[in-house]
């Protein structure tokens, strides 16, 4: 197991840790430090039992290699809302995006994949997948020329819906994905999304929802449906709804797939919903989406203005990319970008090292 060492002038490790003069150390594919650097060598005061413990953890194991960064270190980014078989996976990984959850592909082909990613070799991001969208006959995708054969899966009824929701948990599916889609056919029945949504609770995971029409996001709240796999752009959502949705649900924001840089009504009203949804005390993840339309591979700095635009300070924004802090002990994944973007959220785009696993990608 490789040892390295990164250092760099200003790094944000996680929530409420800015830190000067930062310390990174990966053993393998774990942190063993994370902090100031001078912080290294300092016993904390009071430890007990003989045992030295220092700022950060237990004494970082000594580098084999060493990185000076001329930048701002900060957790690999995580994109909650992939088609990772319509991107080029180095581009991603390299782009800082160091994991990534896919939300609809066949099963047979994104589940191996997932299933590789785990390895030391493999060229890509870390990948968790949903593998195929639960739908109703006629449903969302399967009449979508973007989505191939096996895109949908079609169930008929609440049996049907829960024994399929089975079989994915059990293929290895890390979270369920079900299609309300009423402008693009038929939809599931509350029952169904009820069925699903059980067989997903007890098996400690979590079912997200496509809501696209009139009426669908209310559906998937009263079904007990736990995200929205969009920021719901179909229609200003009523007050009372937004706040029952912030109690309990997480929105991914794929902001830009409706505007492209551009402005459209589509995206006023998804930002209105969001910045609402905030304030009532709502969490929000970043998801772009990528596969679908001109999304770039790697941090897509269009999708945090858009959060910043929706309410999130330049920290939350940061929350939002990240999925756990550089830490003692957490993944060994981090990126270094050219500039600092607490203060310039265009440094996103500056992508200038990344690691992830210990691996060094760019
Ligand atoms: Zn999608």
Redesign the pocket.
Known sequence: MTVTAVRAPLGWLGPGRLVEDVLVVLDGGRAAYAGSAAGVGVVASGTEGGTETLDGGPVPPEPDQEIHFEGFLMPGVVDR???IGMADPFSVVAGGVTAVRD??WPPEVVLSMAGASEGPAFNGPLIRAAGPMLTCPGGYPTRSGWAPNGTGLEVRGAEEAAGAASVLLEAGAAVLKVALNSEAGPTLSDQDLVAICDVAHRGGTIVTA?CQGREQAARALGAGVDEF??CPWSERLADELIEAMAKRMRIVS?LDILSYGRDTPELRTAIDNLRRFLAAGGRVAYGT?L??GPIPPGIHVGEAWHLRTAGLSGEEVLEALTFRPLATGEPADLVGLGGNPLEDLDALANVRLVLRAGRRFG
């Open positions: 809302h992939v088609h939300l609809g496509h796999a969009h794929t989406d596969g679908n």
